[in-house]
């Protein structure tokens, strides 16, 4: 029998295969489930092929919703890399609960998939077979899953979840409970479920499990198998879709047995304990599959360790999903990639392309355009492998690191064909450099030959700094910016940590740097700087090696890390502060090359005036369309500001941004601000009372009087909360909102038309609290939504809340819950209900967090009676 013929096959038992009647009747209760005309179509075909007792229809359906999941996984399997241990457990009896940890909701898909036995499809034709939906398996084998029902109440998708998905309505202990009963009966039909004791996504220590799962077992007499995994957070951020490659292990462990407490009374102390020893055992499968991973992942990176190292960067530069797919560049990744295989005549090659990268950079970057000053390069020539934490002004840096930081012998050229003590034919200063250049056509094999890897900024580009550890321990120079980006001055809370890390695990030193010039230079355009003579001040500063020797075997922490990149970005800082202009020359570092000695005596005789350029005002011919094209490319930047904008501008923010600042150059601001406030009010409010039955609870909580600043506090599960919150009061609400949010085009204008402002991003950035204290003592009403489920992150920010209240006296924090959010599509009831105003009165540390956990006790009770109020 193949897959399909098993899959329609009828065994005279409707109710062993089929539980579309108690799912669609669980849907049928879920408020705002969707209700576009093919999911009612799908659900009133699934629901007359149950009643007419013809299963056909409905296995149809839940064949195609199954090959659509498994087709989503296949997908999603070109970035992640599935490894099972201990699945043999799962086939040893049947029906079985799957207790697992929770991480993200794609997982949902992958441990759905992971416990069943999968089997291709035998597809009759060529087309198929090409195109299959292969890994469907019977579907009496495929578990049902308890997930959040807020999923179900996407268009479409819900309706393909309930195929083997049942929604569970966590916020309302009724309802709970009575899934917990409604698992009983999928167990007696032989079908598997999976649980999460937990009851919610964690990824942090573990928080306290229900015992329903343990009940479940012991009424059902059935076992249940812990599961372990780990890795899926990293690839998707806790979201539906990986946003890049890695591995996900998933460790299932032996069935666990309850015979002893079958047809017995439990004790809650005995339910506490077993499902803390499940717990348990379940924190050991993940710790287990986060080991394995490491150790994979160790032992893949010392293999690669074994590869010439052209071959490695190459392989870096494969992965890029935008990567130049001209012949030219295809063409030269596949020469470096396979002659850096061939012994002897592959170093040679090599050394025969780099030091035709350096000689053309040579006369670009030459003495006639830039006056360079090098100090300290003696403490870099002492390694043969290093690695230099540098500041980033411009794209220019990577032309005088490839210059002027490898050893003296490549610098005079005759290193390429004579290896010495510290340098080999093929030794060069390697650098990261954002991948959008290596994107770039032509450029991407340029950069490639000049030592530079592409790397992802802002997505933790784990394989990048694995490149960069193998680089060292090959014995290499690396450069690295720990900015990440370009800047003309340095902040020392800016730096990344991932330097300080990959210093401490190859046990090597890290030798700061400063360059200082190359900014202002970029400031006149490329064309200009191109164009000889200039004598742009250009200076490097390389520090003595920092030794991290006491961390080498201490647990690094995030705050050491913290802690140890600041001290770094203070010493960079340092170096780029110091004149070298009002240095010994004899302390600085001769870096002068054969061709910079030719090119100088060339501008000698021909008596090349003197001429500044860059302090010109002179325009050179097709200078702003060059300049424009280098910018669009992100090769330079003109007249660009210190920092990147906060905001990225649509333009539609531009265009609002022009028409405000029409109104500042007539001293119309203030008008033009109202103006824009009232029609974003006014919009919200007429989307939010019309779409949806939106109810308001204790309003007259809300002091009437305009003598003191009001805090709206509660703990938000949604950006929803954030529109409903704005539409409580007729008055203007500040409200604080994450930064990511704060930044989105369009959106930011709206919600700075709206009152609102961005959160803290680090420690030291006090601009929004200042902003908020101000606004406090300002007599506004400001709102704080806490956006995290940790109970006691939840409590040490009502009480950082408390004291800035204290600071904008006289103040009240108003407690409050919005209930509906969860469930984004209409029609949906949302109820918010407002608790009583709480006055802050100046008080002690332990006296701010007493009051803060009565005020998160007074929100989870705001909480409840919102559920009430909305299904009661």
Avoid at 20 to 38: A, K
Avoid at 241 to 263: L, R
Avoid at 439 to 444: G, M
Wanted: hydrophobic share 40%; with cysteine.
């Amino acid at each position: 029998m193949t897959a399909i013929e098993e899959f329609f096959a009828d065994d005279g038992d409707i109710n062993y295969k089929h539980n579309s009647n108690i799912i669609l009747d669980e849907l049928e209760q879920i408020e705002g489930i969707s209700n576009n005309i093919v999911d009612k179509a799908i659900r009133w075909i699934k629901r007359k092929a149950y009643e007419s007792k013809i299963p056909v229809f409905d296995t149809a359906i839940d064949f195609i919703s199954l090959s659509i999941l498994e087709t989503i996984l296949k997908i999603f399997d070109r970035k992640v890399e599935t490894i099972y241990e201990g699945r043999e457990n799962i086939f040893k009896t049947k029906p079985v609960i799957f207790a697992a940890n929770h991480e993200t909701e794609a997982e949902h898909l992958y441990l759905a998939r992971a416990c069943c036995e999968l089997r291709d499809l035998n597809y009759p034709f060529v087309f198929l077979k090409r195109y299959n939906f292969k890994g469907i398996v019977n579907k009496k084998n495929v578990p049902i899953f308890y997930a959040k029902y807020q999923l179900f109440n996407y268009p479409l998708l819900g309706t393909i979840f309930s195929s083997t998905a049942f929604p569970v309505e966590r916020e309302i202990s009724s309802k709970a409970r009575r899934s917990m009963e409604i698992g009983s009966t999928f167990l007696k039909r032989g079908s598997n479920i999976l649980i999460y004791p937990e009851g919610t996504r964690n990824i942090e220590k573990q928080q306290k499990a229900k015992s329903g799962v343990i009940r479940l077992a012991i009424e059902n007499k059935v076992p249940i198998v812990p599961i372990g995994h780990s890795g899926l957070y990293e690839l998707t951020g806790g979201s539906f879709i990986p946003s890049k490659k890695g591995i996900w292990y998933c460790s299932m462990g032996e069935p666990i047995y309850y015979e002893d407490y079958y047809d017995k009374e439990l004790s809650y102390e005995d339910l506490r304990r077993l499902i803390g020893d499940l717990m348990a055992r379940i924190e050991q499968l993940k710790e287990n599959s986060r080991r394995k991973i490491h150790e994979i992942k160790e032992k893949r990176f010392n293999e690669s360790l074994k590869k010439p190292i052209n071959e490695i960067v190459v392989n870096k530069f494969e992965t890029l999903e935008k990567k130049p797919k001209n012949p030219f560049d295809m063409l030269y990744r596949k020469y470096v990639k396979y002659t850096s295989r061939i012994p002897v005549i592959g170093d040679y090659l090599d050394a025969f392309s780099h030091f035709f990268i350096r000689l053309s950079a040579n006369f670009l970057v030459n003495p006639l355009t830039f006056d360079f000053k090098v100090k300290g390069k003696e403490n870099l020539d002492q390694f043969k492998g290093a690695i230099i934490a540098s500041n980033h002004e411009s794209f220019f840096d990577i032309f005088f690191y490839g210059l002027k930081l490898v050893p003296k012998p490549m610098i005079d050229y005759w290193g390429y064909l004579i290896p010495g003590k510290l340098h080999d034919i093929t030794t060069k200063t390697w650098f990261m450099m954002k991948k959008e250049l290596a994107e770039l056509s032509i450029i991407s094999s340029w950069t490639l030959s000049a030592g530079g890897f592409p790397v992802a900024r802002g997505a933790h580009d784990t394989h990048a700094l694995e490149i960069a550890k193998a680089l060292v321990l090959k014995g290499r120079r690396v450069v690295i910016f720990p900015q990440q980006t370009t800047f003309k001055d340095i902040d020392i809370n800016e730096g990344k940590t991932g330097v300080i890390r990959m210093a401490i695990e190859t046990r090597m030193p890290i030798i700061p740097m400063a360059i200082n010039g190359s900014y202002d230079a970029m400031q006149k355009g490329i064309l200009k700087v191109m164009i000889p003579p200039k004598g742009f001040q250009l200076q490097l500063n390389i520090g003595e090696p920092i030794y991290y020797d006491e961390y080498y075997d201490a647990i690094l922490t995030r705050d050491l890390l913290k802690g140890l990149t600041k001290d770094l970005m203070r010493k960079i800082k340092e170096l780029h502060e110091e004149d070298l202009n009002q240095t010994d020359p004899e302390l600085l570092s001769d870096v002068e090359s054969p061709i910079d000695k030719i090119i100088k005596l060339f501008g000698q005789l021909i008596r090349l005036p003197a001429r500044q350029l860059q302090d010109s005002d002179y325009k050179l011919p097709f200078e702003n369309v060059i300049n424009n094209l280098t910018n669009k490319l992100g090769i330079t930047s003109i007249n660009k500001i210190e920092k990147k904008e906060f905001v990225k501008l649509s333009p539609i923010d531009k265009f609002l941004n022009r028409i405000r600042s029409i109104g500042e150059k007539y001293d119309i601001t203030q008008t033009f601000d109202k103006f824009f406030y009232k029609i974003a009010k006014n919009t919200c409010e007429l989307l939010v009372n019309n779409i949806y039955d939106f109810r308001i609870y204790g309003k007259e909580n809300i002091p009437s009087d305009k003598q003191t600043g009001i805090i709206f506090l509660g703990v938000s599960t949604s950006n929803l909360d954030f529109v409903i919150g704005n539409c409580i009061v007729p008055e203007q609400v500040h409200f604080m909102i994450d930064a990511k949010t704060y930044k989105t085009p369009i959106v930011s204008t709206i919600l700075k038309s709206l009152g609102f402002f961005r959160k803290t991003e680090s420690q030291e950035d006090f601009e929004p609290l200042l902003e908020l204290k101000q606004k406090l003592k300002n007599k506004k009403m400001v709102g704080a939504f806490i956006q995290t489920k940790n109970p006691e992150k939840i409590v040490r920010t009502i009480a950082g809340i408390v004291k800035l209240a204290i600071e904008g006296k006289p103040t009240v924090i108003i407690p409050m819950h919005i209930g509906g959010t969860e469930t984004p599509f209409p029609p949906v009831q949302i109820n918010v209900e407002i608790g009583r105003p709480i006055p802050i009165k100046r008080m002690k540390r332990d006296a701010r967090y007493k009051l803060a956990e009565e005020i998160y006790s007074q929100l989870k009770e705001l909480k409840a009676k919102t559920y009430t109020d909305r299904y009661l």
